[in-house]
């Protein structure tokens, strides 16, 4: 980007578009929350807008989708807890109830898809359960042609405030999970290269990132919370949260010092 002013402009332009992309992508997989691909959502804008050469002559709106859809479509795969074993068997069962379902001309039962692949009914139910808890795919390239609108001048007042309490709350997460934040979201690296890198398990790396990703959406519900004690969704404990909120507080000016330090709320 020449500017920096120029930047920030793209990415306040443009924040509707991961409002509506997750939207979009929640309606289709409902298993991930809403926030957390807003959240995912915001931080692609974020490094598009910082990546972006408009020299190629590619419209920033659509190179920021697709790296929107990129970042869902990661936030996905690292959600998707089926085995190879498990993707198997629901493969198998589900090929196996809609074979007779074509041969009955209706639904199959448990018990006949149980009988037809030698095996118990409980497995059949564990199976068909599984099956519809599977990711949908983001292949669907229809949101390729979603156009981005022109939010309002207030609305863009409220968007750069969104998007700075978001960049200091990146700031302010604990030193491993920000090291993971910023490693999938905005370095781009794979999952299994920074477990590599930090000596865990790609599964260790994965949990992090969703939490992570929770205590972002904690900041977020914290600083625009109105009434009452806003929502907790983040799993540390008390004391770790609230060192987040401090760092916060002490970096992010007058407001975000009401907002998020310690006397803001009382428990």
Do not use: C
Not at 110 to 129: D, G, K, W
Not at 205 to 216: D, G, I, N, P
């Amino acid at each position: 980007m020449s500017t920096l002013v120029e930047r920030n402009r793209l990415i306040v332009e443009n924040l509707p578009l991961v409002g509506y992309l997750a939207a979009e992508t929640h309606a289709r997989a409902t298993h991930i929350p809403r926030e957390d691909l807003a959240a995912v959502g915001a931080l692609a804008l974020v490094t598009a807008a910082d990546a972006f050469d408009a020299s190629l002559g590619v419209p920033f709106g659509a190179y920021a989708r697709r790296r929107i859809l990129g970042a869902f479509a990661d936030e996905m795969r690292s959600m998707d807890w089926a085995s190879r074993g498990i993707r198997r068997r629901i493969k198998e069962t589900v090929a196996v109830s809609d074979t007779l379902a074509a041969a009955l001309g209706r639904a199959p039962s448990v018990a006949e898809i149980a009988t037809a692949m030698a095996t118990s009914e409980q497995e059949v139910i564990e199976a068909l359960a599984d099956a519809a808890r599977s990711v949908s795919s983001l292949d669907d390239g229809r949101e390729l042609d979603l156009v981005a609108d022109m939010p309002l001048p207030e609305e863009s007042a409220v968007l750069a405030e969104r998007r700075a309490v978001l960049e200091h709350a990146v700031a302010a997460l604990p030193e491993r999970m920000q090291l993971i934040i910023r490693a999938v979201y905005i370095e781009e690296r794979p999952v299994k290269d920074i477990a590599a890198e930090l000596g865990v398990s790609h599964s260790a790396v994965s949990q992090q990132r969703s939490e992570a990703v929770r205590l972002l959406r904690d900041a977020m519900e914290r600083y625009f919370h109105e009434n009452g004690e806003p929502p907790i969704t983040s799993r540390v404990s008390a004391t770790v949260r609230d060192a987040f909120f401090e760092r916060i507080a002490a970096t992010g000016g007058d407001l975000m010092a009401r907002a998020f330090g310690r006397h803001a709320f009382i428990s």
